[in-house]
């Protein structure tokens, strides 16, 4: 077995067991803190697609900045405790069942898509800064400028939001 | 590294990430804390991103990897205006728990 499948199965068993405490942990605090050990093992995926650029960003974005928020968030809403009320069982196990039915609904749609390999792909350095650069540059110039007018919006909107009432 | 394409088949990451999907849905269906749902939102959009990106690559179309880039903006706009959603709604009723959001509930 390539060592690149030993590489893959490991990131997969860190991504899907760490997302599945994100759901059960009680504690928001441990909850956050295992969602980042999921984004560090997309990452992970990210470099092995050669997306190199993308497993940067996604660090710098995501663990960086928005469970930074996150954890600010409940901090600042003391919220690092068990708190959750013990609430009845019917709904959890609907939502075992309506998610599991879900997944496997899926799997069975996307399992006879495409049979075997895709064509292999000529070019492997598109996910290197430089040509994600030219592209992103050249083709969606428009949609990344329009991008800044919405982190305007929002942050407008965040700050609106978050401040007290005045009267 | 780079011969990520012959050794690893293009169905091993469709299921991952609709594993991963799959326990969003979960989170958000089984969990009351609002963050904690906010948290499963932001796996699911990361599943979607891993997808994007992994056909992407077997493709050889650097476009899904500029999509990625922007649903990574679209998300980080979305964290901030939610999060300040979520403390306004903590000033007013010192609660996050979403059983307690049923004023539009007929």
């Known amino acids: ?9 490991f990131l997969t068993f860190v991504a899907i ?10 504690n928001p605090v441990h909850s956050v803190l295992y969602l980042i050990v999921t ?7 990210y470099l092995l ?25 409940i901090m600042m809403l ?5 708190i959750e009320p013990h609430k009845k069982n019917i709904p959890k196990f609907a939502a075992v069942i309506a998610s599991g039915v879900f997944m496997l609904c899926l799997i069975a749609l996307l399992t006879n898509a495409q049979k075997g390999m895709l064509p ?35 942050m407008v909107g965040a700050v609106f939001l978050s401040k007290k009432e005045i009267n | 590294m780079n011969n990520v394409i012959l050794n690893i088949p293009i169905q091993w990451y469709i299921y991952l990430t609709v594993i991963l999907f799959s326990i969003g849905v979960l989170g958000v269906l089984f969990r009351r804390n609002a963050i904690i749902i906010f948290m499963c939102v932001e796996l699911m959009l990361n599943a979607v991103n891993l997808l994007m990106v992994a056909f992407s690559r077997y493709l050889g179309d650097s476009g899904g990897q500029v999509f990625v880039f922007f649903i990574m903006v679209v998300a980080a706009a979305e ?8 403390m306004m709604i903590y000033r007013n009723t010192k609660s996050i728990d979403i059983d307690d959001l049923n004023k539009l509930k007929w």
């Open chain 2, 79 to 86: 964290v901030s205006v939610g999060l300040a959603i979520l």
């Open chain 1, 1 to 9: 077995m390539p060592i690149t499948q030993y590489i893959f199965f």
């Open chain 1, 39 to 45: 984004f560090f093992a997309l990452a992970g995926h």
């Open chain 1, 49 to 73: 697609l050669n997306a190199q650029f993308l497993a940067a960003v996604h660090i710098i974005v995501y663990a960086g900045a928005i469970m930074v928020l996150f954890l600010y968030v």
């Open chain 1, 120 to 154: 292999a792909a000529q070019n492997e350095n598109i996910g290197l800064v430089e040509n994600l650069g030219k592209v992103l540059f050249r083709e969606y110039m428009l949609p990344f400028e329009v991008s800044s007018i919405l982190f305007l919006a929002a």
């Open chain 1, 17 to 26: 067991f760490s997302a599945i405490l994100v759901v059960i942990d009680k």
């Open chain 1, 78 to 82: 003391n919220l690092n405790k068990e």
